[in-house]
């Protein structure tokens, strides 16, 4: 017995099985961004005042660099698939809608990169 309403039968429409992945995959990203975020905000607290050389010497240390380079992943991770959210629910032109996806990751993937290449030049002094 299908749980399909008899149009929906007609259409073939029904889940993409796709959605529970995308819904998992946000809920771990901000999961792992609560304690990533509370230690950042702490760290930059306890560096208030400090020069450049001392900020520059926290980030070349392997943990900070490690956690750093997670916060920067896990932030991009979960701003790309909350702007996919956003693009899906409210762009209706298909033409539109992948280009602004195509957008949204190139985005996402530029910055991130960076972000993540800026703190390992840090951390092996380049």
């Known amino acids: ?22 819904w998992w995959a946000a809920r771990m990203t901000a999961l792992a961004l609560i304690p990533l975020a509370l230690w950042f905000v702490a760290s930059v607290v306890t560096l208030t005042g400090a020069d450049y050389a001392t900020v520059r ?36 032109h298909e033409g539109a809608k992948l280009a602004a996806l195509l957008a949204v ?8 990169l960076t972000g993540v290449l800026a703190v390992l030049t840090i951390l092996f002094g380049g």
């Open 57 to 92: 010497a926290w980030i070349a240390s392997p943990v900070v660099a490690g956690l750093l380079v997670l916060l920067v992943l896990m932030t991009f991770t979960h701003a790309a698939l909350g702007l996919q959210e956003i693009v899906e629910d409210y762009i209706h």
């Open 105 to 112: 990751k190139a985005f996402a993937l530029l910055l991130g």
């Open 1 to 22: 017995m299908s749980m399909r309403s008899p149009l929906g039968r007609v259409r073939g429409l029904g889940s993409a099985r796709e959605g529970v992945g995308h």
